[in-house]
């Protein structure tokens, strides 16, 4: 029996930021001192999803450099780290590579390619095809993966077991979805407790663009049972030892690339744990998650809200608040002929208990003055649905008035 002592290192990538995500690697390499294996992201280098920026070859080039910068920094922990690595012909591959003393050791293409759903990874990159080999680090063979291949039939898990792995690891960039979770511990669990080697399975966390990803790390032993996860919806460094069953030398026949050799440490490290998230709490952080990334992301730093008293613009100022902070929401009240004083009552409430920079416009001349404009139309005044709707733009072009 061996025994690794491994990092999750969750952390927040920025799609195209090539030099903050190289400054975020490096910003936890003290936390990850003394470990024998730190796994990243699925495109830590570039940022995930990298869509059309996989097509302009200057910008693989300069990822190319900001990888090396990584491999630079490594030391006696062996770092996983995702990038775009480019092929013959033009050809970029979704790809991680294994950093060791200051030098990439080896690199691994993701085979599986998903098209479904918010993938279109056939469209972007090259499928791997090449041999595999595993990595010994911490005197453990290792394979590595990336996100789809622990997933399909047939993949090249499969092959990494007859071919000698003792332990899978897989980086991964899985967006959230109610119920993901669950599906993803079901995999992981059930691959490590059919092969009898640990599993463990590395997650990207933020939000990008549409997209929201959970974190939600997770490690299970040789029999199946996890033994350590990562927080939802923040960034983190989870470290743990996990027991790796040893196989006999003639088990496999896959090239091993040497790494680092076992450590003897003194006692066994346990992950913290972590408190699984109930439905409404997942969903919240969800919104909350996606809501600070697309605003801090996009270069924005502060939101506007028009704030009328209801449940909704309540709950969209709350996540506001809590995902900007609430000196970076701004709200708007806009109050008509039928609103009624108990819904600005409310409103006023939320903005006492929030702490928010709070204005109030009324719409009531600028209503008038539409109206009088329509009503020397043949079809007359607004009434009705009309009428609701003229409300609705009036408020709509005070919030973008206000937010410019």
Known sequence: MNRIRLALVQVNTVVGDLSGNVERIRNRLDEIAGCDLALFPEMTVTGYPLEDLVHKPGFVADSQAALAEVAEMSGSCALVVGFADPGPGGVVHNAVAVCHGGR???????????????????????????PLQLFRVGGVRVAVTICEDLWVAGGPVGRFLDGGAEMIVTVNGSPYHQGKQAARESVVTATAAASGRPVAYLNLVGGQDQLVFDGGSVVADSMGSIVGRGP??????????????????????????EVSDAVQRGGYLVAPAVEPLGEVAELYGALVTATRDYVRKSGFSDVCIGLSGGVDSALVATIAADALGPQHVHVVLMPSRYSSDHSIADAMDLVSAQGLDAVTLPIEDVHQAFAATLTTTPEGGPVGLTDENLQSRIRGVLLMARAN
């Not at 993701?110 to 098209?115: F, V």
């Not at 040893?246 to 690339?257: A, F, K, M, W």
């Open 232 to 257: 939802r919806f923040r960034e983190a460094v989870v470290i743990l030892d996990v027991d790796v069953p040893t196989l006999e030398s003639g088990d496999g026949d896959l090239p091993v690339v």
């Open 104 to 130: 990439i050791v080896g690199t691994y293409h993701k085979e599986c390619l998903p098209t479904y759903d918010v993938f279109d990874e056939g469209r972007d990159y090259e499928p791997g095809s090449g």
